[in-house]
């Protein structure tokens, strides 16, 4: 199991809250991969491997990007969407998936989602839309 403290500290700077990416996925590895990247990067992120841990996440504090995976049991990354954007409006999210959708689903996920991207998911595509939404990191780690 991941742990969570490290985490919830990374976003913590001399008792100030740094903005931050929350990631989703019920998928252990997954979350493991994309938090390595993320991390790799420069933004500091939390993770949460279902969508109600999720939520709990974001009332403990608001992140800057949500990074959700589609298909998760209970509540999918739809109604995550759904709640965040009633709650949190302004927070981009940003919906990664494995399934093979047709034109008309990603058109429809699109109205929600600022980004649909594909699994595996392309890295530096994925950097890009970070770097689009997430804060100045001060000194940048790509090259």
């Not at 008792?15 to 994309?34: A, N």
């Not at 709640?83 to 399934?99: A, K, N, Y």
């Amino acid at each position: 199991m991941l742990s969570v403290a490290p985490l919830v500290a990374a976003t913590m700077t001399g008792g100030v809250r740094r903005p931050y990416v929350l990631l989703v996925d019920d998928h252990e590895q997954s979350l493991r991969r994309l938090d390595q990247v993320v991390r790799g990067a420069g933004y500091p992120c939390q993770f949460a491997t279902s969508a109600a841990e999720a939520l709990a996440r974001c009332d403990a504090q608001r992140p800057q990007v949500v990074v959700t995976d589609l298909s998760m049991p209970n509540l999918d990354g739809r109604g995550l969407a759904g709640w965040m954007s009633s709650r949190f409006p302004s927070v981009p999210l940003i919906l990664m998936t494995g399934q093979a959708l047709d034109t008309e689903t990603v058109a429809d996920l699109r109205r929600t989602f600022t980004a649909v991207l594909s699994k595996p998911l392309e890295v530096e595509g994925f950097l890009t839309w970070l770097e689009r939404l997430m804060p100045a990191r001060g000194i940048s780690t790509r090259p």
